[in-house]
């Protein structure tokens, strides 16, 4: 079995930082992309940032400047520093990652369970 557990989710107040951490554990043979997507009320899940497994990242418009991804392929874990926060970046905020358990042939796609960010203003 494979999953992804996330820790660092919390309130804070707009202008203030958070820092998301997630782990891939269990049977893993590789670890493709690896990212954070994010889902407010009401509204469609979408990608927050991306990182590969070389390291190239890639941001949505509304976090540039603002949040960093970063990741540990010796630990498997991928890390989002969240600075300038805004009200608007409030939501669940979901790990993702592209891996190939021992057991598989192929890549499947996981996802944590979700931690909630939430910006007051």
């Known amino acids: 079995q494979v999953q992804l557990v996330e820790s660092g989710g919390g309130l804070v107040q707009a202008g203030g930082s958070l820092r998301l951490s997630c782990a891939a554990s269990?049977?893993?043979?590789?670890?493709?992309?690896m990212g954070w997507y994010r889902q407010a009320p009401g509204k469609q899940r979408v990608l927050v940032a991306s990182i590969s497994s070389v390291g190239s990242t890639s941001y949505a418009d509304t976090v540039k400047g603002r949040f960093t991804i970063s990741r540990d392929n010796a630990k498997n874990t991928v890390n989002l520093q969240m600075n300038s926060l805004k009200p608007e970046d409030t939501a669940v905020y979901y790990c993702?990652?592209?891996?190939?358990?021992?057991?598989?042939?192929?890549?499947?796609?996981?996802w944590g369970q979700g931690t909630q960010v939430t910006v007051s203003s």
């Open positions: 993702n990652a592209i891996i190939r358990p021992k057991y598989a042939v192929g890549m499947s796609n996981y």
């Open positions: 269990g049977s893993i043979a590789s670890v493709n992309a």
